[in-house]
């Protein structure tokens, strides 16, 4: 077995070849652990804190802050720390959004993208993560924090990523997501797909990506087999590992409450008994959206989708519940900087879509939780209005950790609303991109078109919260302002013109 020891310690033990290197922990997952290249570091500041940001995928704001789901965990962090409820991600989805988390820098609207990356959609945005200049793990990382990554995202498990993991000190890849990395050798039945997929899903695709899912997840399973009960449980035996290494900087990365929304019966059961006919509906459309009428899904099933979804989002809340009590036994969350976010949320039916559909940039899809604690407890229980976005992690919490902000990194700080101060830029509206479509928002309106200036779609939220009346036709004076913040935030070039076929899908 490999000894437990970080990059520094090889090197000054004059160990050989430390990149590449397996650190093997307490738990099978292990085996998936990763070592990066060796780096020069300087000592860190006086006092430093430690840094852990969990971002969890496909998190609805409303789940969260109007308690549509039960998240005793996420609601602690709130009385503890400042919550932001407009917190919009300035690129969707999975991929752009870590972009943004991880380099502290927009990637809206996706200027130079081409379609040449074959583990990664042929979308706009869909570049690798840390492709965009110097990480903030980085940065801490030369100024003495030691470094991880714990993630069972199946876009960051490929090879495309493989560098993007090796700038970590000590990374671990869970299993269990699709798609999957190796082939499942187990087989399930059609009539265990059908329980769990409606039949009127014939697409090709997606009864063999359930079965594949259901193979490497049986269905008597222990909750600790969960998935993301297994990232978090890494995350633990990672803080068991990094005590001894402080400071330090942990991302833990979950792909839930991404869709097959799967979770224990005991957390099913809270939102709903089963359905009379035994169909669970734990992922009634084909990644990444489907129109629910096209689909035959009932209102029924609807209903029943919605409250699997919540069940999941309660999965993923109780095993972030047992990784900060883990953090708070260690005696580690004293000098902890704790920040929460998602990547986007998910549509329920609205609109007529379940799942993420990039022409409909509405609330649902748009507006994310935020959430970070001071290790002082500072601006306890505070609410913010600021516009934040996920391209601000990155400098607040350099500047939180008292690390200067590189110069690439045009997010904005945070941190000031810790001593109750303002940050330091103004933002009184929000743009944002997905795929081919760009949005921008305030906090009246909303205006969702197509790059082109095509489709274009107004919502007064004041008098229409749904965003249901398109009223761009009769507001020209709205669209011509909205779209202007859109070419102000895109450059001088404006917005780019992308590749023939880019974006489809």
């Not at 919550?83 to 969707?92: D, I, L, S």
């Not at 809206?108 to 081409?114: L, Y």
């Not at 990672?238 to 942990?250: D, M, N, S, T, V």
Request: hydrophobic share 35%; net charge positive.
């Amino acid at each position: 077995m490999t000894p437990d020891l970080t990059r520094r310690e090889l090197i000054r033990a004059g160990g050989a070849g430390a990149a590449g290197i397996a650190l093997l922990g307490a738990s099978a997952c292990d085996s998936n652990s990763e070592a990066g290249a060796t780096k020069t570091t300087a000592p860190p500041p006086a006092n430093p804190m430690n840094v852990v940001v969990v971002v969890m995928d496909s998190l609805r704001a409303d789940h969260i802050y109007g308690s549509r789901a039960r998240t005793a965990s996420m609601e602690k962090v709130m009385q503890e720390g400042v919550r932001f409820v407009n917190a919009y991600p300035e690129g969707m989805p999975t991929i752009p959004a870590r972009r943004a988390i991880m380099a502290g820098r927009r990637t809206f609207p996706f200027r130079g993208w081409k379609p040449k990356w074959d583990d990664l959609p042929a979308q706009p945005g869909w570049e690798p993560v840390g492709s965009d200049g110097e990480m903030w793990t980085e940065v801490l990382a030369r100024n003495g924090w030691t470094t991880g990554y714990i993630t069972d995202n199946p876009h960051l498990l490929l090879p495309v990523h493989k560098n993007f993991r090796s700038r970590f000190d000590r990374v671990v890849l869970v299993d269990g997501q699709v798609p999957v990395r190796k082939k499942p050798k187990r087989r399930v039945p059609e009539k265990q797909v059908d329980h769990f997929m409606p039949a009127s899903i014939d697409d090709g695709k997606s009864e063999p990506r359930m079965a594949t899912y259901l193979s490497i997840n049986p269905r008597r399973r222990a909750e600790e087999d969960f998935n993301s009960a297994k990232v978090f449980t890494q995350g633990m035996n990672w803080l068991e590992w990094a005590k001894g290494r402080q400071p330090f900087a942990l991302v833990i990365d979950s792909f839930d409450a991404h869709e097959p929304w799967d979770a224990p019966r005991r957390l099913v059961d809270m939102y709903g008994p089963p359905r009379p006919d035994g169909i669970e509906p734990i992922q009634p459309f084909a990644t990444p959206a489907g129109r629910w009428q096209e689909l035959g899904l009932s209102q029924g099933l609807l209903r029943r989708m919605r409250q699997l979804y919540a069940a999941e989002v309660t999965l993923v809340d109780v095993w972030l519940g047992h990784f900060l009590d883990r953090l708070a036994n260690l005696g580690l969350d004293g000098n902890t900087l704790v920040v929460l976010v998602s990547d986007h949320g998910v549509l329920l039916g609205e609109y007529g879509w379940v799942g993420k559909r990039y022409s409909e940039m509405h609330e649902a899809l748009t507006r994310v939780p935020l959430m970070m604690r001071h290790p002082a407890r500072k601006a306890k229980g505070a609410v913010s209005s600021y516009y934040a976005s996920t391209h601000d992690i990155g400098p607040t919490v350099l500047s939180a950790a008292g690390i200067d902000v590189p110069d690439h990194m045009n997010g904005v700080n945070l941190a000031p609303l810790f001593d109750g101060k303002r940050p330091g830029k103004k933002r009184g509206y929000r743009t944002a991109s997905y795929n081919t479509y760009v949005s921008a928002g305030d906090d009246r309106w909303l205006l969702i078109a197509g790059n082109k200036r095509q489709e274009l779609r107004l919502y007064d939220r004041k008098a229409d919260p749904g965003e249901t009346r398109n009223i761009a036709a009769s507001n020209p004076q709205q669209v011509r302002r909205l779209w202007n913040l859109i070419l102000k935030d895109a450059g001088p070039k404006g917005l780019p013109k992308f590749p023939k076929g880019g974006g489809e899908g």
